[in-house]
């Protein structure tokens, strides 16, 4: 079962890391632009990161926790992803679980992205061109081809919704199959199945998976 987890957190892992392959603005849409804005935004950011190499030391880890989280919180929606994630259990969840998962299913990528930051190499990319413009200007698809350096290819999709001023990711599919936050709404479906319908107890595994050995604040 928690290997199935560290799974899905792998898959969504390629997707952040994908998000974060600059891209150049196509002749589209105003919020499309907007949108592919915040990835190259991201992108410098998260290049700057891998620059320091200090930051990537083993002994480094909380640190550079740290530093993902400043670049990853403002263009990812970890809060309405993670509602998304609890599906028809967020309603019996009360306000207290609700806001723990939400912080716990945050660590849990921020905490995946930054372990592997080091180890992929991405060798090239390619924006795919819209099909057309988004019927609602507020949400808008960026797909990418993105060559890592083994040969692979892969093609993600991402789902930006525009709030207020902001532009946030709030799902993102892999190869046309892989859709990261549905694939996580299945993955806690099943742990509530486990825990016989105990939130708490779901949110608990959850973590434990996360920080093994460290006691849940």
Do not use: C
Not at 5 to 33: F, Y
Not at 40 to 60: H, N, P, Y
Not at 148 to 162: E, Q, V, W
């Amino acid at each position: 079962m928690m290997a199935t987890i560290a799974k899905r957190s792998g898959h969504w892992l390629l997707a952040l890391t994908m998000l974060l392959v600059p891209v150049a603005q196509a002749d589209e849409s105003k919020g499309w632009n907007e949108a592919s804005a915040v990835i190259e935004g991201a992108t410098r950011d998260v290049i700057q990161l891998m620059e320091d190499k200090t930051l990537l030391e083993e002994s480094a880890e909380d640190l550079l926790i740290a530093e993902v989280d400043k670049v990853l919180s403002p263009v990812v929606d970890f809060s309405y992803i993670a509602k998304g994630v609890m599906g028809k259990y967020y309603r019996k969840a009360n306000d207290a679980e609700r806001e723990r998962f939400a912080e716990v299913f945050k660590t849990t990528l921020l905490k995946t992205y930054a372990k592997a930051l080091v180890g992929f190499k991405i060798e090239k990319y390619a924006l795919v061109p819209p099909r057309g413009e988004s019927p609602h200007e507020d949400k808008q698809i960026v797909s990418v081809d993105v060559f890592a350096a083994d040969g692979s290819k892969y093609t993600l999709i991402y789902y930006m919704r525009k709030q207020e001023q902001s532009w946030m990711l709030v799902n993102a599919v892999l190869d046309g199959s892989i859709n990261i936050r549905l694939s996580f709404k299945n993955q806690f479906a099943e742990m509530m199945q486990e825990h016989r319908g105990d939130v708490s107890k779901v949110i608990a595994s959850w973590k434990d998976k996360v920080d093994p050995g460290k006691e849940s604040a």
